[in-house]
T-cell receptor
Framework: GESVGLHLPTLSVQEGDNSIINCAYS??????FIWYKQESGKGPQFIID?????DKRQGQRVTVLLNKTVKHLSLQIAATQPGDSAVYFC??????????FGPGTSLSVIP | AAGVIQSPRHLIKEKRETATLKCYPIPRHDTVYWYQQGPGQDPQFLIS???????DKGSIPDRFSAQQFSDYHSELNMSSLELGDSALYFC????????????FGEGSWLTVV
């Protein structure tokens, strides 16, 4: 079956440091891999996605890396800020399909 | 920009009662998804609709049903509520094209007592 899972359930980083959140997936058929940020009591917020034919994509302070050989996805947040504290979910989908979430990683930024 | 609107935001029901959650997708979006998120869990897919027709079904209990109306809003109906149904219910929408982002609403908190 398809699944998405995370290596680390919690992550604490110092403000200003870079954060790296990792994710393993098993469904090679996915076309897109997505990172969502979920703050307490709120809905998942789209951060960045990457298509399966890419290995790197950059956004504002965020970079997603995709390694299809080892089925690994990572989210890098540069200069982590207190506002980045949240639960981060990696997710995957095929072009016309639903999003499948993996277990979240809780990111805690230490001021 | 308009987002996915869900109502009510909070709902308290007793066991065996019925609850209805509503979702208003982003304008011009043709697809709606429903997810359930238990405490400390990742969101689990329940059901989806494309152009008012059910397009996919996940781990939705038989006690639950949903539909999408002509104005594209959707409703999730939950009957014979159980304590385990207490969760955050998300609706999401998209314009079903490859690469298009799925946007989530802020969720409806259902507490069953």
């Amino acid at each position: 079956g398809e699944s998405v899972g995370l290596h680390l359930p919690t992550l604490s980083v110092q403000e200003g440091d870079n954060s790296i959140i990792n994710c393993a997936y098993s469904n090679s058929a996915s076309d897109y891999f997505i990172w969502y940020k979920q703050e307490s009591g709120k809905g998942p917020q789209f951060i960045i996605d990457i298509r399966s034919n890419m290995d790197k994509r950059q956004g504002q302070r965020v970079t997603v890396l995709l390694n299809k050989t080892v089925k690994h996805l990572s989210l890098q947040i540069a200069a982590t800020q207190p506002g980045d504290s949240a639960v981060y979910f990696c997710a995957q989908k095929t072009s016309y399909d639903k999003v499948i979430f993996g277990p979240g990683t809780s990111l805690s930024v230490i001021p | 920009a308009a987002g996915v609107i869900q109502s009510p935001r909070h709902l308290i029901k007793e066991k065996r009662e019925t609850a209805t959650l509503k979702c208003y997708p982003i304008p011009r979006h043709d697809t709606v998804y429903w997810y359930q998120q238990g405490p400390g869990q990742d969101p689990q897919f329940l059901i989806s609709f494309y152009e008012k027709m059910q397009s996919d079904k996940g781990s939705i209990p038989d006690r639950f049903s949903a539909q999408q109306f002509s104005d594209y809003h959707s409703e999730l109906n939950m009957s014979s509520l159980e304590l385990g149904d207490s969760a955050l219910y998300f609706c999401a929408s998209t314009l079903l094209r490859p690469g298009n982002t799925i946007y989530f609403g802020e969720g409806s908190w259902l507490t069953v007592v």
